[in-house]
């Protein structure tokens, strides 16, 4: 990596899970941030949602910098994916651990973007809740499992920066061992 | 503001109006600005629920680039192609909740198209006030 270089890093996962909170947090620039107040059942369990996308920028000091991208949680919003695919590095999937329904959620998001996210690296964030019960965990690597997937499963809280960065850690690991997302190995498990 | 079954006939109305009166324009429709369709009024194309979600990213897109640029506030975002116009705009005094979204094919004059949008948008804003 040399310093010009930028790698572009993209937040995906259900209304809710996190995602633009993970870029406020990492973001060493204003990040753009494209939230309204939402208008659906959405509204009881948060004000605002992404409709465009979020963006900001963290460096790297001389080994470049990071592009962060976060799309929409909702599946309607999936030609976004079109608009920030080119030249990813790496896919973040963040699941709302907290939430009873955090494995709908996971599928969701696997069913609209698996096919697009399948030769890249990825990482499972578990967010919202320091101690996911097994049986979550268990859940979501079934689910990769049953896609074919790889992927780290890691808890992290979106709101600190410096749990968010292991996740960078692991990520650029896995690229720099040729991890091949296509032939599934066994997932390793982070928590 | 209540979106009543009266105001979505109301909407609907002033859509059909801006199809009538307006040579070029081919579809027409409201979404909710988090992207969820409201009424849509088609001529020819499909204009369903990715149109919905695409009008409320480009304005906000539009809101977030006046920002950056101390550009005031949005009045439309305009997308032309060689083979046609897409316009989309906030609806005024929702307090943003509607976006308005038309589609025109190419030879549609702009001008026309623009100030029709915004004559309907003015309708929709009193008919859910
Ligand atoms: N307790 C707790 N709350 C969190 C955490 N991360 C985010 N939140 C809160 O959860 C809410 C949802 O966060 P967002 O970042 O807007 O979620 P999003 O994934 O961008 O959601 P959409 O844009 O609607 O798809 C916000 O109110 C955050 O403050 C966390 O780790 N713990
Ligand atoms: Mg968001």
Same mark, same amino acid.
């Given at each position: 990596?040399?310093?010009?270089?930028?790698?572009?890093?993209?937040?995906?996962?259900?209304?809710?899970?996190?995602?633009?909170?993970?870029?406020? $947090? @990492?973001?060493?620039? &204003?990040?753009?941030?494209?939230?309204?107040?939402?208008?659906?059942?959405? &509204?009881?369990?948060?004000?605002?949602?992404?409709?465009?996308?979020?963006?900001?920028?963290? $460096?790297?000091?001389?080994?470049?910098?990071?592009?962060?991208? /976060?799309?929409?949680?909702?599946?309607?919003?999936?030609?976004?994916?079109?608009?920030?695919?080119?030249? @990813?590095?790496?896919?973040?999937?963040?699941?709302?651990?907290?939430?009873?329904?955090?494995?709908?959620?996971?599928?969701?998001?696997?069913?609209?973007?698996?096919?697009?996210?399948?030769?890249?690296?990825?990482?499972?964030?578990?967010?919202?809740?320091?101690?996911?019960?097994? &049986?979550?965990?268990? /859940?979501?690597? &079934?689910? @990769?499992?049953?896609?074919?997937?790889?992927?780290?499963?890691?808890?992290?809280?979106?709101?600190?920066?410096?749990?968010?960065?292991?996740?960078?850690?692991?990520?650029?690991?896995?690229?720099?061992? /040729?991890?091949?997302?296509?032939?599934?190995?066994?997932?390793?498990?982070?928590? | 503001?209540? +979106? =009543?079954?009266?105001?979505?006939?109301?909407?609907?109305?002033?859509?059909? =109006?801006?199809?009538?009166?307006?040579?070029?324009? =081919?579809?027409?429709?409201?979404?909710?600005?988090?992207?969820?369709?409201?009424?849509?009024?088609?001529?020819?194309?499909?204009?369903?629920?990715?149109?919905?979600?695409?009008?409320?990213?480009?304005?906000?897109?539009?809101?977030?680039?006046?920002?950056?640029?101390?550009?005031?506030?949005?009045?439309?975002? +305009?997308?032309?192609?060689?083979?046609?116009?897409?316009?989309?705009?906030?609806?005024?005094?929702?307090?943003?909740?509607?976006?308005?979204?038309?589609?025109?094919?190419?030879?549609?004059?702009?001008?026309?198209?623009?100030?029709?949008?915004? =004559?309907?948008?003015?309708?929709?804003?009193?008919?859910?006030?």
């Amino acid at each position: 990596m040399s310093g010009s270089e930028s790698y572009k890093l993209l937040f995906i996962g259900e209304p809710g899970a996190g995602k633009t909170t993970c870029i406020e $947090s @990492l973001s060493d620039i &204003a990040p753009l941030v494209t939230d309204v107040r939402c208008t659906d059942e959405l &509204a009881r369990l948060k004000e605002n949602t992404t409709v465009a996308f979020d963006y900001g920028e963290l $460096s790297l000091g001389d080994q470049g910098r990071l592009l962060l991208y /976060g799309l929409p949680g909702q599946s309607r919003f999936r030609f976004m994916f079109d608009v920030v695919r080119e030249n @990813l590095l790496g896919v973040i999937v963040l699941v709302d651990a907290a939430s009873s329904l955090a494995l709908d959620g996971l599928r969701e998001t696997l069913d609209a973007y698996e096919s697009a996210i399948r030769e890249l690296p990825c990482v499972v964030a578990l967010n919202k809740n320091g101690k996911p019960p097994s &049986a979550l965990l268990e /859940g979501c690597e &079934a689910l @990769l499992r049953e896609r074919g997937m790889v992927a780290p499963i890691l808890v992290a809280d979106a709101r600190r920066r410096e749990e968010l960065v292991r996740m960078f850690d692991l990520l650029f690991m896995m690229i720099e061992n /040729g991890v091949d997302p296509k032939t599934p190995t066994g997932e390793a498990t982070w928590h | 503001m209540a +979106l =009543t079954e009266a105001s979505r006939e109301a909407c609907a109305t002033a859509l059909d =109006t801006l199809l009538a009166r307006c040579d070029g324009v =081919t579809a027409a429709m409201l979404a909710f600005r988090d992207g969820r369709p409201y009424v849509d009024r088609v001529r020819k194309a499909p204009m369903q629920g990715k149109f919905a979600a695409m009008s409320s990213s480009l304005v906000a897109l539009g809101q977030s680039i006046l920002r950056e640029v101390q550009g005031g506030t949005l009045d439309h975002v +305009l997308v032309e192609g060689n083979g046609g116009k897409f316009v989309v705009a906030s609806i005024p005094g929702s307090g943003g909740l509607l976006v308005i979204a038309v589609l025109a094919n190419h030879d549609a004059r702009l001008g026309l198209v623009l100030g029709h949008a915004k =004559t309907c948008a003015l309708a929709v804003s009193a008919a859910i006030a």
